[in-house]
Antibody, heavy 118, light 111 residues
Framework: QLQLQESGPGLVKPSETLSLTCTVS??????????WGWIRQPPGKGLEWIGTIFNSGSTFYNPSLKSRVTMSVDTSKNHFSLRVNSVTAADTAVYFC??????????WGQGTLVTVSS | QSVLTQPPSVSGAPGQRVTISCTGS?????????VHWYQHLPRTAPKLLIY???NRPSGVPDRFSGSKSGTSASLAITGLQAEDEADYYCQSYDSSLIGYVFGTGTKVTVL
């Protein structure tokens, strides 16, 4: 059974870098049929796609976040990661990782709240 | 700001049918890109409800159905149950933004 689990600091200072990891179990992150995404939900708001990474390492990001976002894959640890630099209070959100089943997201992690505050 | 617009809320009595619209444009739904739907309960992982416009993943009751026409899509819930009270989001791809987009979200309330 596929499971995804986000992990990382719950509090990040303004102007610093947010770093999260999504650990995958029940599927190989390097499977040719799998690619992976990050999505976030600010408090009281809707879902926002952040970016997607393919098992090849190729990425594409939300244009509104592209200049500050980096995603990577570590196949040896079967996890993928997200970094958002120069964070502000607007980056406070619940961050979800998920597996793409195509253009949709068929399995999601529970999400982790990241608060940007000094 | 989302390019897919949904009504903020819909409500219905148990057993009734409700529909949620998802209005897009010629660069997303109208361009032929698939629409998918998710159910999200607070503090839980969003759940894929409908993929590829009208397909249900294994385990999703047939009370949920999806459709698409022109630049819009809809999710219908028939035989509304208390457990259906949640937030619902549509999602597609936008060729102008070159990325995936979510709808604004709809809160379903069971009266």
């Amino acid at each position: 059974q596929l499971q995804l689990q986000e992990s990382g600091p719950g509090l990040v200072k303004p102007s610093e870098t947010l770093s999260l990891t999504c650990t995958v179990s029940g599927d190989s992150i390097s499977s040719s049929s799998s690619y992976w995404g990050w999505i976030r939900q600010p408090p009281g708001k809707g879902l926002e796609w952040i970016g997607t990474i393919f098992n090849s390492g190729s990425t594409f990001y939300n244009p509104s976040l592209k200049s500050r976002v980096t995603m990577s894959v570590d196949t040896s640890k079967n996890h993928f990661s997200l970094r958002v630099n120069s964070v502000t209070a607007a980056d406070t959100a619940v961050y979800f990782c998920a597996r793409h089943g195509g253009s949709y997201l068929d399995n999601w992690g529970q999400g982790t709240l990241v608060t940007v505050s000094s | 700001q989302s390019v897919l617009t949904q009504p903020p809320s819909v409500s219905g009595a148990p057993g009734q049918r409700v529909t949620i619209s998802c209005t897009g444009s010629s660069s997303n739904i109208g361009a032929g890109f698939d629409v998918h739907w998710y159910q999200h309960l607070p503090r839980t992982a969003p759940k894929l409800l409908i993929y590829g416009n009208n397909n249900r993943p294994s385990g999703v009751p047939d009370r949920f159905s999806g459709s698409k026409s022109g630049t819009s899509a809809s999710l219908a819930i028939t035989g509304l149950q208390a457990e259906d009270e949640a937030d619902y989001y549509c999602q597609s791809y936008d060729s102008s933004l070159i990325g995936y987009v979510f709808g604004t979200g709809t809160k379903v309330t069971v009266l």
